[in-house]
């Protein structure tokens, strides 16, 4: 038997209360291990757990998504990014290209400052990195270059874990309620009732 199977070899969360939290989650046991190691290494608090949980299942979808997806329509471009593509014309030249269109929408900013970054740096992770400039100040913080030499890593339970907390612990304020939380992670208050819902679950899991 693996040690990870064994409930007291963790320390802030085991496999079974993962699988609670997130019961889409496809491996509960290695995103445990990486969770129980990064919420010591970043000292995520107690009352804090459930919200970070909460918010990563949602960002993630109980973490079968960590990379963010870049393939929209024509008509969609132009619904998310009016500014950038005001019709069809402009809309259709990055249109189901994911590479063209986050050079396009991210270059030149977020700290991404050569070309291609925008690519490079895309959204990745439980709560999705973007921007050179996360990254680097992910990479300082975990004091390796890991995320930004081999951006992919974070699609990885033990890096993405710890991507996730330090965003967390760097963005949210402690004790933050369901709306600021979202706020400071989304940018909005996008999927609010599944975000409450779920946090409500993970509240009842942890305690």
């Known amino acids: 038997m693996s040690i990870y199977e064994n409930a007291e070899t963790y320390r802030h969360i085991t496999p079974e209360q993962l699988a609670a939290c997130m019961p889409g989650c ?68 990055y249109a189901r290209n994911p590479e063209a ?15 291609g970054d925008g690519w490079l740096f895309r959204g990745r992770g439980p709560i999705q990195l973007t921007g050179r400039y996360n990254y680097t100040r992910f990479a300082d ?38 709306v600021t939380a979202t706020r400071r992670i989304n940018g909005g208050t996008n999927g609010l009732d599944d975000r409450q819902r779920r946090y409500e679950r993970c509240i009842e899991v942890l305690g």
């Not at 998504?65 to 870049?70: F, G, H, K, P, Y």
Request: glycine share 6%.
């Open 26 to 93: 496809p491996n509960p046991t290695r995103w445990a291990v990486a969770f129980d190691d990064a919420i010591e290494f970043f000292d995520v608090r107690r009352d804090d757990r459930a919200m970070l949980f909460a918010q990563v299942g949602h960002e993630s979808r109980d973490l079968n998504t960590l990379e963010e997806n870049l393939s929209y329509s024509a008509r969609r471009l132009m619904q998310v990014w009016p500014s950038r593509f005001p019709n069809d014309r402009i809309a259709s030249q």
């Open 101 to 115: 269109l986050a050079n396009n929408v991210y270059g030149g900013r977020m700290g991404n400052d050569k070309d």
């Open 141 to 178: 913080a975990i004091n390796s270059r890991e995320p930004v030499l081999y951006p992919d890593s974070l699609l990885e339970p033990g890096i993405g874990a710890l991507a996730a907390c330090w965003f967390y612990v760097t963005n949210v304020p402690v004790g933050a309620d369901i």
